[in-house]
């Protein structure tokens, strides 16, 4: 999983300019042509990778985007904040234009909260279509490609991108973010600047970077307090560092506790044995990186235990009854029925940890043998039994759960969608606003979806809108609200 900063040039990113041929398409000018991301790296620009502006001191990174993903601004109109080193004295935009070159302006705004125009002059990416042509505006040459893509096949034209001319930061200012102007018109024909990176001749700031820790062991039903690594260098900003761990079971992954040294942590309970792979992401301003370990987790010793009444066979929509021992004394014990996960029973445990309890069947379970699941909010360890279903099933009420990461920002925002009660193995079809972006995603066999993602597209309005979930196996629908900022 990538993240971007909410407000960072990423955040901005509303174009896919990078493609791979033969694999996936981009389509950089509203016409189906396209940077290819092997030609980007032959010739010098590699995503994630430090870069000069040949002749000066500018230096800059491409960041590391998703195929597919949104990899650079247009003239969307976006405030993109900065972070930049304190000795910086100048700054400029890494991109080119398209249909032509692109001369426009925009907003700088400094600490006091003066602010000043700023040009962004980006000449046309093929300079017209003569690889030995000379860039307008001053710009100068960071990369030159040997051929472009056109879908997922070469095309023989040569893209550039540039370095706009040098923005001298005004003595005495501190330049803490750059409002990009407002481009409108088809991009067609009118065409658009497209701002990959900011350069800037300060001091660089370490790369981001994330130590994985040692593989770890935990006991299935006890809770484990987990080392996450560490994360150390990048640009934090005010906010500082922010991470999220995937525990490798499955469940909604959770945001990661970070100390004053970069020092990661979470807890966790693993339901079952077994050896899990963690994946923690942690970003900054500008960036982000992923490391993984392995989480091995063994069965417990004092395992409760379960048996069902009438020889563990019941009807569709019929109860079964429950029993159980070896629970933790008063604690509360949730028993599902696999035909219908989203519906648990609870009961209290007694003072000698033994429980009872009738739970109902889903009346829209199909014949068969269910798992019956019984967990103690505090022993943790599972019990199991099975359960034979027979009759005819009813329709199956679907009620989804559904959360947002991020419930605001500009265009360009990655927003992270996790859910749950969709139905098994379902295609989910997630859409922002009125179908302005739309994706898809397959629940799992639990019908959880896990770390989804749409992104806020450029011809998004600022305001409220949503993003909406239709699922195709349940038909079920569910929405949730977003504000389109900037």
Not at 44 to 66: K, M, N
């Amino acid at each position: 999983m990538a993240y971007a900063p909410a407000s960072g040039l990423t955040a901005a990113f509303d174009s896919v300019c990078v493609g791979d041929e033969g694999a996936l398409a981009a389509d950089c000018d509203a016409k189906s042509w396209a940077y290819s991301r092997a030609a980007l790296a032959a010739g010098g620009a590699t995503q994630g990778q430090g870069q000069q502006v040949p002749g000066t001191a500018l230096r800059f990174t491409l960041p590391v985007i998703p195929a597919g993903q949104p990899d650079n601004a247009t003239g969307n109109g976006a405030t993109v904040v900065l972070d930049l080193p304190q000795d910086a004295t100048s700054i400029s935009f890494i991109g080119a234009g398209t249909q032509g070159n692109q001369s426009t302006t925009g907003t700088a705004t400094f600490s006091d909260g003066s602010t000043a125009s700023i040009p962004i002059q980006l000449s046309d990416w093929t300079l017209g279509g003569n690889a030995n042509g000379t860039p307008s505006y001053g710009n100068i040459i960071v990369t030159r490609t040997a051929y472009r893509l056109q879908g997922t096949s070469r095309d023989a034209a040569q893209p550039f991108l540039f370095a706009t001319a040098p923005y001298q930061i005004p003595a005495g200012k501190t330049l803490v973010s750059v409002t990009l102007p407002t481009q409108t018109g088809d991009p067609r024909s009118a065409g658009r600047i497209h701002v990959f990176a900011v350069a800037n001749d300060g001091t660089p700031a370490p790369a981001l970077t994330t130590a994985a820790p040692k593989s770890q062991t935990a006991t299935a039903g006890q809770a484990l307090a987990a080392n996450l690594g560490a994360v150390t260098g990048g640009v934090p900003g005010t906010t500082g560092y922010r991470a999220r761990v995937q525990w490798g079971d499955g469940t909604v992954p959770d945001d990661v506790t970070i100390g004053a040294s970069g020092a990661m942590s979470g807890q966790h309970t693993y339901a079952r044995e077994g050896t899990y792979t963690v994946r923690v992401t942690a970003w900054d301003t500008l960036s982000s990186s992923t490391e993984s370990f392995t989480v091995t987790v063994a069965r417990s010793a004092s395992q409760p235990a379960i048996a069902l009444s009438s020889s563990g066979a019941v009807t569709t929509g019929g109860a079964i009854t429950v029993t159980g021992s070896g629970f933790a004394a008063g604690e509360q014990v949730t028993v599902n029925v696999g035909t219908d996960p989203a519906r648990p029973m609870k009961v209290a445990a007694s003072a000698t940890g033994t429980v009872r309890v009738s739970v109902p069947t889903a009346g829209d379970a199909q014949p068969g043998r269910y798992a019956v699941t019984a967990t103690g909010a505090s022993s943790r360890t599972p019990a199991t039994a099975t359960v034979q279903v027979t009759g005819e099933p009813q329709a199956r009420t679907y009620q989804p759960r559904v959360s947002l990461l991020t419930t605001s920002g500009p265009r360009g925002t990655s927003i992270m969608v996790d859910g749950s009660g969709f139905a098994t193995n379902e295609v989910v079809t997630i859409a922002f606003g009125t179908g302005l972006a739309v994706s898809t995603v397959r629940a799992n066999g639990d019908g959880v979806i896990s770390g989804a993602t749409v992104s806020v597209p450029g011809p998004a309005k600022a305001g409220a809108t949503s993003v909406t979930l239709n699922g195709a196996a349940s038909g079920t629908t569910v929405s949730r609200p977003f504000t389109v900022t900037g």
